[in-house]
């Protein structure tokens, strides 16, 4: 039986701390999954593979549109989930996953995506979901009992792992606990950089009033710059309806369509303020440039000047003036891929394989050595394809 298990909040979307998760699981394949919901329409081919075990929220009326309804019942949900077979526990989580219980000698370590932003940051929330006036007035009196359950859940992890220091800072202001800092991957083989560059700015997000894609929209609009927008959410009626002429709205698309834009798209536009933010990386990937908001987890990845420009003010003008400045810089497709690259998943593996090892207990050590031996035996294969391809 496998000695580590992973844990994650819910399945009920596919957002950039899902694809963590993923990631886990395909650094730990024989490790089961352990969460409170699961929708299998909204998991990917590889999570599909997995033994996942879920909650009896599983089996609650409307779970996929009335999820964050339930919210007062994830703190049973996660910690109904039996975890006591388990010497290591490695969980992903921006709510409820750190919270589950273990055995008394288990080590439990937790990767946080963020505390949980609608209990610890309420108002900047309540703001970005466009939440009504009735809404905010009674949640933050029902939030107060979740916001014990989450500081007494935080004391449960031994160790924390941080996306970003951002996001570390926020764990030590509001757990009063340290955490090693290692940012999630991107999958850079993916994206392949063309030399076909076309005259469109790109957005790719789901499409919720925090993202702030109204912004791109309107300095798209104002400028009559050609803007195409892939994702959807409740937010694209809005959006729709502020939009000009030089703006395109293509819904969800499959990856292929999106490698395509990404690769000839004149840049993404990031707009909005992120605790880490794979999509940045993702164009860098694909050897184009970022121009995102001068905050967050953007300043982590976008290095001004090489890999991309930001604006300052949460302003549609202030963007309007970084795309004016844009088009007069140059940008090396070369260096951008480059420095995707240093957030690849062999990276991340890594990194992720190596701190475990210096924390788990005696009897998962043979498991996290073999993994370790299993990656370099990988890491050496793709640089042998890498160096043939190039000869």
């Given at each position: 039986?496998?000695?580590?298990a992973l844990?994650?909040?819910?399945?009920?979307?596919?957002?950039?701390?899902?694809?963590v998760?993923?990631?886990?699981?395909?650094?730990?394949p024989?490790?089961?999954?352990?969460?409170?919901?699961a929708?299998?329409?909204r998991?990917?081919p590889?999570?599909r593979q997995?033994a996942i075990?879920t909650?009896f929220?599983?089996?609650?009326p409307a779970i996929?549109?009335?999820?964050?309804?339930?919210?007062?019942?994830?703190?049973?949900?996660?910690?109904?989930?039996?975890?006591?077979?388990?010497?290591?526990?490695?969980?992903?989580?921006?709510?409820?996953?750190k919270?589950?219980?273990?055995?008394?000698?288990?080590?439990h370590v937790?990767?946080?995506?963020t505390?949980?932003?609608?209990?610890?940051?309420?108002?900047?929330?309540?703001a970005?979901?466009g939440?009504g006036?009735?809404?905010?007035v009674a949640?933050?009196?029902?939030l107060s009992?979740?916001?014990?359950?989450?500081?007494?859940?935080?004391r449960?992890?031994?160790?924390?792992?941080?996306?970003?220091?951002?996001v570390?800072?926020?764990?030590?202001q509001?757990y009063?606990?340290?955490?090693v800092?290692?940012?999630?991957?991107i999958?850079?083989?993916?994206?392949?950089p063309?030399?076909?560059?076309?005259?469109?700015?790109?957005?790719?997000?789901?499409?919720v009033?925090?993202?702030?894609i109204?912004?791109?929209v309107?300095?798209?609009?104002?400028?009559?710059?050609?803007?195409?927008?892939?994702?959807?959410?409740?937010?694209?009626?809005?959006l729709?309806?502020?939009?000009?002429?030089t703006?395109?709205?293509?819904?969800?698309?499959?990856?292929?369509?999106?490698?395509r834009?990404?690769?000839?798209?004149?840049?993404?536009?990031?707009?909005?303020?992120?605790?880490?933010g794979?999509?940045p990386l993702?164009i860098n990937?694909?050897?184009?440039p970022?121009?995102?908001?001068?905050?967050?987890?953007?300043?982590?990845?976008?290095?001004e000047?090489?890999?991309?420009l930001?604006?300052n003010?949460?302003?549609?003008?202030?963007?309007?003036?970084?795309?004016?400045?844009?088009e007069?810089c140059?940008?090396s497709?070369?260096?951008l891929?480059h420095?995707?690259?240093?957030?690849?998943?062999?990276?991340f593996?890594?990194?992720i394989?190596?701190?475990?090892?210096?924390?788990a207990p005696?009897?998962?050590?043979?498991?996290?050595?073999a993994?370790?031996?299993?990656?370099c035996?990988?890491?050496k294969?793709?640089e042998?394809?890498?160096?043939l391809?190039?000869?």
């Open positions: 039986m496998p000695s580590i844990v994650h909040d819910y399945f009920i979307q596919m957002g950039g701390a899902e694809r998760a993923e990631a886990l699981h395909q650094i730990f024989a490790a089961p999954l352990y969460t409170t919901v929708l299998p329409h998991l990917t590889s999570l997995a075990h909650s929220m599983q089996r609650m996929e549109s009335k999820f964050r309804q339930y919210f007062m019942l994830y703190p049973w949900a996660v910690e109904s989930l039996d975890l006591s077979a388990y010497d290591l526990i490695l969980s992903s989580s921006s709510g409820y996953g919270g589950v219980h273990r055995s008394k000698n288990a080590i937790c990767y946080c995506h505390p949980m932003r609608w209990v610890w940051r309420y108002d900047d929330y309540a970005r979901e939440f006036t009735l809404s905010r949640l933050p009196a029902m009992g979740l916001r014990w359950w989450d500081r007494r859940a935080s449960q992890p031994d160790y924390y792992i941080a996306n970003s220091s951002v570390a800072e926020r764990i030590r509001v009063q606990r340290e955490a800092v290692i940012p999630p991957p999958e850079v083989d993916r994206f392949q063309s030399t076909d560059v076309e005259e469109y700015f790109l957005v790719l997000s789901r499409l009033p925090y993202k702030r109204d912004l791109a309107e300095a798209c609009t104002k400028m009559k710059k050609e803007l195409i927008v892939i994702g959807d959410g409740p937010d694209r009626p809005r729709e309806r502020m939009a000009g002429k703006v395109r709205f293509l819904g969800r698309q499959p990856d292929a369509v999106v490698n834009f990404a690769s000839r798209c004149r840049a993404l536009l990031f707009p909005g303020e992120e605790d880490f794979m999509v993702e990937a694909a050897g184009r970022v121009i995102a908001y001068r905050a967050g987890g953007a300043l982590e990845t976008v290095v000047g090489i890999t991309g930001f604006f003010q949460p302003t549609s003008e202030s963007l309007a003036k970084a795309i004016e400045s844009f007069k140059q940008w497709s070369g260096q891929r420095h995707a690259e240093q957030f690849s998943y062999p990276i593996a890594n990194r394989l190596t701190f475990l090892a210096q924390v005696q009897s998962c050590q043979p498991e996290l050595s993994l370790g031996q299993s990656l035996k990988l890491n294969t793709r042998a394809v890498e160096f391809a190039a000869s």
